[in-house]
């Protein structure tokens, strides 16, 4: 039998490896000292649980089973002012589940938060880089990945995910949608695809006394005409679900008394789908195109990133829907993932599915992160639901 | 008799001191060696022109008479990578009049760049600050400045102004207009006024992948409605002479996966009248709050600067308009200054007016600074004009 309070005192246990001492909070990055250590407990708790411990290469810890397996999980590393739930509560879900459904494997991968680079772990576990690759990422303070992962306590070999039947992903949403609407399940219908280009408008540097508005070529009005502009046109094309965002901004000179001769920064767009993603694409290149022309920038386009989108498996989703609709009849709904996760690499090689439980205040990647117990439990049993339906 | 070719060889004489090396570049910040060279030169050139050296206690290099006298000139100190006419220009056409007319004097005014402040040397002058006030004031690099004027080659006592007539600054004109449309002199009608504040949008910080649109409090949206709203809120109110500005932006934390939570960023405007200025101060805080209101962001203003305009005496500018039309007919021009000057100082204790001549392409405090010769000596001319006319 499931049992909530073994399963909340795991995660209260887990929570105690690198404690902020501020709330809830945790301070846990890939291959620190609270990593490595809350890894070597994660090994002792799956012997415990009668699964075989398997640390691989990269640290990425498995719950094993002789024959194949449906695989829970999601990460245990954290922000450098991480929550206590973040990619902990898949892990030890998936752990309690494994307690009692002899057909489930568990995991915890490791870098999900990119000290090194983004979802490293599954990354290399899904095959979209190599261990070499990996090694070769820097942290801001200097370390490879390399030399970092040489803290494990031991490596048993790279896992073959053939040896898994599917993936199922359970996290809190990050996101306000949840705990704003009252509902206790979201369960994911895509992993939202991200594109992302950075942008230098290029104008005339002038002081700010002597220069007629007329003659003026301002970076900065520049940019905030792109932005009306690129709001108007994409409302077209876009659902409530779409997100886009100008999240960075570099002035220069960026001083009050003289007119900004340029301006770098970065346009966002997410969505489920690619289409979608591809047409905003085509607007955000020809308004930067109009708007330049108009205001008398040069435009430059750098680094285009493409993250395609990632639809969960039918089945999958399906037993976790059923799940969520037996245990909170109501009280779920199909959403969106606009976060990544670990999923997103797994789907490479496996079919995967992943559920939500509510952020309190939509809160993340902060101390203060936080779930109703009641909530986290209610994950739990869906998830626990979902597995006995696939694996039963 | 004016002497144009040695006006433009002193002109020359003076840029050796700190020359840069790069085009007519020079480096002369206020009390650098090069700056104090330049300074002792200048005043042995007082010296030969018959006219009594005296260096106050700020380092103003006067060149006196023993009566009344017109008081020209500007300042000769640079910028860090200054021009070579700048201030320069006015103190060596000030000395090329007075080197023929017995009823002008001439200064150069120290630290009008504001190495410690800005126009010191002329607020000490004029009374704005007094000599210990300014002693206090520190440079970027850690020294008062009254460990730099130590460097000084001698103190003659401070200089009473009510020993000039008025004073008139002949400067280039740092601002595209008179090249643009093919003017050689500016006759100055006002040294605009101009405000300034400092604003802080705090909204919420965010998961750019995970925060619907219609949930976010982006600070940099807000940002942009309010300089959409201004823009066209402002058309009302200004002419073609009036200037605005957000040259400073900082976005919080400023990354492309984040939704911003805080901008702080400044507005400047300027204007020849004080009235105006007021309207516009009123529109920019109505706009302020309607628009914090609208987007859902906390407002937090900070030292509102606020700079008066300086209107021109009528005799002097009458006299400088009188020798434009003489010397340039039909290429001159009226026309506000829209940087300050030292003559904004000056103006508290004397009639004040003030000419300029074209910068090539309107670039100043660069290197690339330039005026064409024949340009320089019609202003000489207009200037020796003027003086000849109010004391003769």
Redesign the interface.
């Known amino acids: 039998m499931i049992d909530a309070d073994r399963f909340l005192e795991n995660l209260h246990t887990l929570r105690s490896f690198g404690a902020s001492g501020i709330g809830n909070g945790v301070v846990r990055p890939a291959y620190s000292d609270a990593d490595i250590a809350a890894r070597s407990w994660l090994a002792d708790q799956i012997a415990q649980a009668g699964l075989t411990p398997h640390i691989d290469p990269m640290g990425n810890v498995f719950g094993l089973r002789d024959g194949p397996a449906l695989l829970l999980g999601s990460h245990s590393d954290t922000q450098p002012e991480g929550g206590w739930l973040d990619g902990a509560l898949g892990v030890i879900a998936g752990l309690e589940v494994a307690r009692v459904n002899p057909h489930v494997s568990v995991v915890s991968f490791q870098d999900e938060e990119g000290r090194f680079g983004a979802l490293t772990g599954s990354s290399v576990f899904g095959g979209a880089i190599t261990q070499d690759q990996a090694d070769a990422l820097t942290a801001k303070d200097g370390t490879t990945l390399g030399d970092a992962r040489s803290a494990l306590p031991r490596n048993d070999g790279p896992v073959d995910p053939s040896r898994f039947t599917g993936y199922i992903e359970m996290h809190i ?5 949840l705990d ?1 609407e009252g509902d206790q399940i979201g369960v994911v219908t895509d992993i ?1 695809g ?1 594109r ?1 280009i950075e942008v230098t408008f290029t104008g005339q540097q ?10 003026r070529r ?1 970076a ?2 520049a ?2 005409v792109f ?2 502009a690129l ?1 108007d046109r994409l409302r077209n094309v876009v659902t ?12 220069h000179p ?7 001769g340029r301006v770098s920064f ?1 346009v ?1 767009w ?1 969505d489920a789908d690619d289409d979608r993603l591809t047409r905003m694409e085509r607007i955000v290149r020809d308004t930067l195109d109009e708007i330049a022309g108009q205001t008398g920038m040069q435009l430059s386009l750098h680094g285009l990133r493409n993250l395609r989108p990632t639809a969960m498996d039918a089945t999958l989703r399906a037993a976790l829907e059923a799940g969520a609709e037996a245990v909170s009849p109501g009280k779920w709904r199909t959403m969106p ?4 996760h670990d999923a997103t690499n797994v789907a490479r090689v496996l079919p995967v599915a992943m559920l939500f439980v509510p952020s309190i205040g ?1 809160i ?2 902060d101390f203060a992160e936080d779930t109703d117990e009641a909530d986290l439990v209610t994950g739990l049993n869906v998830l626990a639901h979902a597995a006995q339906r696939v694996t039963g």
């Open positions: 949403e990050q996101g306000p949608v704003a939202v991200s992302q002038n002081h700010a006394g002597t220069t007629p508005m007329h003659l301002d900065f009005q940019l905030s932005n009306t709001n409530p679900r779409t997100v886009w965002t100008i999240g960075h901004v570099t002035l960026n001083a009050s008394s003289i007119v900004p970065s966002q997410r993932s606009g976060a990544l939509g993340s990647h």
